[in-house]
């Protein structure tokens, strides 16, 4: 009789230990589930812009980027211009993180001479179960300084342009990313009183990776018609690999846009494709981190 007695409060005892064990682990369950809805996504794209085209990406806090963009003239060129390669302008541009949300970049182009600079700040971040987009807002300030002798009165103010984007990007999978990007442009000068000073401009891009370290980018940059009525502007397509290699991006790009900043791929591409006004280049990108 007592062994019966015994027996039973000990399985008595383990049925209560393993309700408290179930417990347990439906808490711990919980707790991570409730940790995955909140996981922000990263990642979404490996470098700060697609080709041309700014992404949703910036530098984190106390990083640095080094960024060289270098295009070669029109393929079209033949093989007096060996198809290009005899002819080149490039663009070199530093972006610093302030915070992992807001950024300041510089840059200077070969293209009209031209100086930028740039703030970038990520307002939302993609979140798993919660927030489907991440969203940034980047402004972009440009200055030109070719000099031109038939022109006195072109002063600092007629060469600024001011470029506003809105980008929404969203990662779908680990491998596939897009997004979308609303444009306004600024001209403090323009050719003459039919163009507009305010132009604006619609952009869609894409990145998807077909093994660990390499990716297919493409965007499509289309400015509004009945803007810029005195040249005949064309909208910017763009095509890349990204390639990544540690602290390195490297892309090779094919694009009909000479352009590399916003006014000029976006508002002053006169390229055709189907003409064979297809500019050959690459970007490199590095990273340097000044925190651990």
Same mark, same amino acid.
């Given at each position: 009789?007592?062994?019966?007695?015994? *027996? +039973?409060?000990?399985?008595?005892?383990?049925? &209560?230990?393993?309700?408290?064990?179930?417990?347990?682990? %439906?808490? *711990?369950?919980?707790? *991570?589930?409730?940790? @995955?809805?909140?996981?922000?996504?990263?990642?979404?794209?490996?470098?700060? %812009?697609?080709?041309?085209?700014?992404?949703?990406?910036?530098?984190?806090?106390?990083?640095?980027?080094?960024?060289?963009?270098?295009?070669?003239?029109?393929?079209?060129? =033949?093989?007096?211009?060996?198809? =290009?390669?005899?002819?080149?302008?490039?663009? +070199?541009?530093?972006?610093?993180?302030?915070?992992?949300?807001?950024?300041?970049?510089?840059? &200077?182009?070969?293209?009209?001479?031209?100086?930028?600079?740039?703030?970038?700040?990520?307002?939302? @971040? %993609?979140?798993?179960?919660?927030?489907?987009?991440?969203?940034?807002?980047?402004?972009?300030?440009?200055?030109?300084?070719?000099?031109?002798?038939?022109?006195?009165?072109?002063?600092? &103010?007629?060469?600024?342009?001011?470029?506003?984007?809105?980008?929404?990007? &969203?990662?779908?999978?680990?491998?596939?990313?897009?997004?979308?990007?609303?444009?306004?442009?600024?001209?403090?000068?323009?050719?003459?009183?039919?163009?507009?000073?305010?132009?604006?401009?619609?952009?869609?891009?894409?990145?998807?990776?077909?093994?660990?370290?390499?990716?297919?980018?493409?965007?499509?940059?289309?400015?509004?018609?009945?803007?810029? $009525?005195?040249?005949?502007?064309?909208?910017?397509?763009?095509?890349?690999?990204?390639?990544?290699?540690?602290?390195?991006?490297?892309?090779?790009?094919?694009?009909?846009?000479?352009?590399? $900043? =916003?006014?000029?791929? *976006?508002?002053?591409?006169?390229?055709?494709?189907?003409?064979?006004?297809?500019?050959?280049?690459?970007?490199?990108?590095?990273?340097?981190? +000044?925190?651990?």
């Amino acid at each position: 009789m007592q062994k019966t007695a015994f *027996l +039973f409060l000990l399985l008595v005892a383990g049925n &209560r230990l393993m309700a408290q064990d179930n417990s347990l682990l %439906q808490s *711990l369950d919980d707790s *991570l589930s409730t940790q @995955q809805k909140h996981e922000v996504v990263t990642g979404t794209f490996k470098a700060t %812009q697609i080709v041309n085209l700014p992404t949703v990406e910036s530098p984190g806090k106390q990083s640095l980027q080094f960024m060289i963009m270098h295009r070669f003239g029109k393929l079209n060129g =033949g093989a007096y211009e060996l198809f =290009g390669l005899d002819n080149a302008s490039i663009r +070199f541009g530093l972006d610093y993180g302030i915070t992992d949300r807001l950024a300041v970049g510089l840059g &200077r182009s070969s293209e009209d001479k031209t100086f930028d600079g740039s703030l970038k700040y990520k307002l939302l @971040q %993609q979140t798993t179960h919660q927030i489907p987009v991440s969203v940034s807002l980047y402004g972009l300030v440009t200055n030109y300084t070719q000099r031109y002798t038939d022109k006195p009165y072109l002063d600092a &103010r007629y060469r600024t342009a001011y470029t506003t984007q809105v980008i929404i990007a &969203r990662k779908f999978t680990r491998n596939l990313s897009l997004e979308v990007v609303p444009a306004w442009m600024h001209f403090n000068l323009v050719p003459t009183a039919q163009d507009k000073s305010d132009v604006f401009a619609v952009s869609a891009g894409g990145r998807m990776k077909f093994t660990k370290r390499m990716s297919i980018t493409a965007e499509y940059n289309y400015l509004l018609p009945d803007q810029v $009525v005195t040249t005949s502007v064309k909208s910017s397509i763009s095509l890349g690999i990204d390639i990544e290699t540690g602290g390195h991006v490297f892309q090779l790009v094919f694009t009909n846009a000479s352009g590399m $900043v =916003g006014p000029y791929y *976006l508002a002053k591409t006169t390229g055709t494709w189907g003409k064979g006004d297809i500019f050959f280049g690459f970007n490199v990108t590095r990273a340097f981190n +000044f925190k651990k």
